[in-house]
Each structure stands twice: as structure tokens, then as C-alpha cells.
């Protein structure tokens, strides 16, 4: 099951610079997309999400692209902080009704101070 | 904040045995998830629960696998005879809706072990 993709395992970023994590997808029934991030030892925690229906959502540091036509979105975080490392997780969901989330492989974020 | 809780952190559990998991979720949450994640693999859906019931799951979810609410806060899984490919963390979740932009809240996790 390839349906979301993360092709980075690791990225590393310098304290206070940008980090740009990358997701692609190939369903194009998906009409939800979330970021977890997670720590070791514990669950995901939800991020930020965004709907098929936009194409940026912005919290704070965190901003999520959406780019429907390449099926591709991004999560950016500036400035990255060193409570930032952890993984990341992509997910999508399948039609509006249904619940199931389909996840990528996760891209392991280290910001070096 | 509210979270979600699991128990055990970890269970180890001999080949062919029972074993359930638990999970308080969030009070006012309505739909219940289980996922998986098998060592460096991905994340997987299981299933999801919501006003008693199995609203969707996967082909993971066979016969070996139930869900229950037996009371007003807990959410349990379980694994009727264990095997060896079921070792993996199990994370429950739940969310307000099943629907619209209400994301899913993870627990902890529960570490399972099967010998």
C-alpha cells in the first residue's frame, strides 16, 4: 500500500532555519490531510491539517502546501526549534464519511542547535 | 489538556494466548480507532467504533480481532489467539466526528509482544 509516501527518512536542519517536509500521494479520493508528529515512546500528536479544498493552512510556525495537480504537500516549520526533532508522519483521509487514515512511512526531523 | 489513555504500556503474551488492550478516550469523543505499527513499518488502520458499533475496518481486522465499549469509557481490543506477526504497538485514537476536520487524538501506545 503506496497510497501516501515520504520519501526523505531523515532530514536535518539548523536551529532557527526552515525545515521542509515533503508527502506525496496517489488517491485522489483523499480530501483531508494531517501532520502528526511524534515522539519516542509516545503516540502521535496531531499538527496541523488542511482540507483538498485549500491550498495553504497556516499555525504559527507550522504552514501546510497543498498541491492537488502534483498530489503533493509540504509542511514547513520556521524557524525550526530543537523541540522540533521527532518524526513526522503524513496522513490522508478517504472521502468525506469515512474515517480511516492512511499514513506515510514517516520522515525523521533532527534540528541541530 | 485531554488525552487519550492506554494500558498496558507494554504486554507480552505467549503464542496462541488472549490478550486485550485498553483505552479511555477522550470523554466527549464519539468515534474510536485502533491502528497499528508493526517495527519500521508503517502505521496501519484497524478499525473504527462509534454508538457501539464497527463503522469501517480493514482486512487486518479478521476473525482473531474484536472491539468493545463495555462501559461508558473504555474501548478494548482483542486478540482472541495471538501469533507471532501481531507483535507491534497498538495505538488507539478517538475524534469529536467521524466527519469534517476533526482530527484524530492518539494515545500513548501499548507495546505487544507475542513469544
Known amino acids: 500500500d503506496q497510497q501516501v509516501k515520504q520519501n526523505s527518512p531523515s532530514l536535518s536542519v539548523q536551529e532557527g532555519r526552515i525545515s521542509i517536509l515533503n508527502c506525496d500521494y496517489t488517491?485522489?479520493?483523499?480530501?483531508?490531510f494531517l501532520w502528526y508528529k511524534k515522539y519516542p515512546a509516545e503516540g502521535p500528536t496531531f499538527l496541523i491539517s488542511?482540507?483538498?479544498?485549500?491550498d495553504k493552512n497556516e499555525d504559527g510556525r507550522f504552514t501546510v502546501f497543498l498541491n492537488k495537480s502534483a498530489k503533493h504537500l509540504s509542511l514547513h516549520i520556521v524557524p525550526s526549534q530543537p523541540g522540533d526533532s521527532a518524526v513526522y508522519f503524513c496522513?490522508?483521509?478517504?472521502?468525506?464519511?469515512?474515517?480511516?487514515?492512511?499514513f506515510g512511512q514517516g520522515t525523521r526531523l533532527t534540528i541541530n542547535p | 489538556e485531554p488525552e487519550v489513555t492506554q494500558t498496558p504500556s507494554h504486554q507480552v503474551t505467549q503464542m496462541g494466548q488472549e490478550v486485550i488492550l485498553r483505552c479511555v478516550p477522550i470523554?466527549?469523543?464519539?468515534?474510536f480507532y485502533w491502528y497499528r505499527q508493526i517495527l519500521g513499518q508503517k502505521v496501519e488502520f484497524l478499525v473504527s467504533?462509534?454508538?457501539?458499533?464497527?463503522?469501517?475496518k480493514s482486512e487486518i481486522f479478521d476473525d482473531q480481532f474484536s472491539v468493545e465499549r463495555p462501559d461508558g469509557s473504555n474501548f478494548t481490543l482483542k486478540i482472541r489467539s495471538t501469533k507471532l506477526e501481531d507483535s507491534a504497538m497498538y495505538f488507539c485514537?478517538?475524534?469529536?466526528?467521524?466527519?469534517?476536520?476533526?482530527?484524530?487524538?492518539f494515545g500513548d501506545g501499548t507495546r505487544l509482544s507475542i513469544l
Open positions: 485514537a478517538s475524534s469529536v466526528l467521524g466527519q469534517a476536520v476533526q482530527p484524530q487524538h
Open positions: 488517491n485522489s479520493m483523499f480530501d483531508y
Open positions: 488542511i482540507s483538498s479544498i485549500k
Open positions: 496522513a490522508a483521509r478517504l472521502i468525506q464519511g469515512a474515517q480511516k487514515l492512511v
Open positions: 470523554s466527549n469523543h464519539l468515534y
Open positions: 467504533f462509534y454508538n457501539n458499533e464497527i463503522s469501517e
